[in-house]
């Protein structure tokens, strides 16, 4: 069975300074995907960073990276430089490729607050 | 171009009444999912299609519901006999291909209530 979990309910960060959001998971799968997904209070899903199990490098995407550790388990997303619209759901999914190809495995969210 | 749309945005029904829900996906993706999301938690997986067939429908709950994708396109989750506990938004997402590192893309959620 695959499983992600997202251990920190709530995060605080000053505007303009980084934050990490903690995310570890548990799969089977030999070749697996993993993503981050923002989810403002307007509801909807907006697809941030992906990072592939057998990519060599960490994924980047502009202020968002995703610090993977395979052997640890681990994918936490690192956000630089925050902002005040950063404020909102955070969720951690995976999809693995061949026994669980398709679906989104996803954890339980954390909400990120930008104190400005 | 246009995203992922679904209809209606909030529906509200008494329990027991059937509902449909609508999903309309990216033009040309020929992947769709189906996840419902109770407050608080993550998405919940539902139901994935291949075109036009359920590549894994191991999600949906019970036979209450069920979901069709006849044309490889527009989407309909149907609920019957709807009770409290199915209040839920339902979200639907489209990719380019399934089982793919490809990114799924969310439409607005359908917003569920059931009385």
């Known amino acids: 069975a695959q499983k992600i979990t997202q251990t920190q309910p709530g995060m605080f960060v000053q505007e303009k300074e980084a934050v990490t959001l903690d995310c570890t998971y548990d799969t089977s799968d030999p070749s697996y995907g993993l993503f981050w997904y923002k989810q403002p209070s307007s509801g909807e899903m907006i697809f941030l960073i992906y990072?592939?199990?057998?990519?060599?490098q960490n994924a980047t995407e502009g202020r968002y990276s995703l610090n993977f550790q395979k052997a640890r388990k681990s994918a936490n997303l690192v956000i630089s430089a925050s902002q005040l619209g950063d404020s909102a759901m955070y969720f951690c999914?995976?999809?693995?490729?061949?026994?669980?190809?398709?679906?989104?495995?996803f954890g339980q969210g954390t909400e990120l607050s930008v104190k400005p | 171009g246009a995203g992922v749309s679904q209809t209606p945005s909030n529906k509200v029904t008494e329990k027991g009444k059937y509902v449909e829900l609508r999903c309309d996906p990216i033009?040309?993706?020929?992947?769709l999912y189906w996840y419902r999301q109770s407050l608080g938690q993550g998405p919940e997986f539902l139901i994935y299609f291949q075109g036009t067939g359920a590549a894994d429908d191991s999600g949906l709950p019970n036979d209450r519901f069920f979901a069709v994708r006849p044309e490889g396109s527009v989407s309909t989750l149907k609920i019957q006999r709807t009770e409290r506990g199915d209040s839920a938004v339902y979200l639907c997402a489209s990719s380019v291909q399934g089982r793919a590192h490809n990114e799924q893309f969310f439409g607005p959620g359908t917003r569920l209530t059931v009385l």
């Open positions: 033009s040309g993706h020929t992947a």
């Open positions: 990072q592939g199990s057998y990519d060599q």
């Open positions: 999914a995976m999809m693995g490729i061949y026994n669980q190809g398709g679906k989104l495995i």
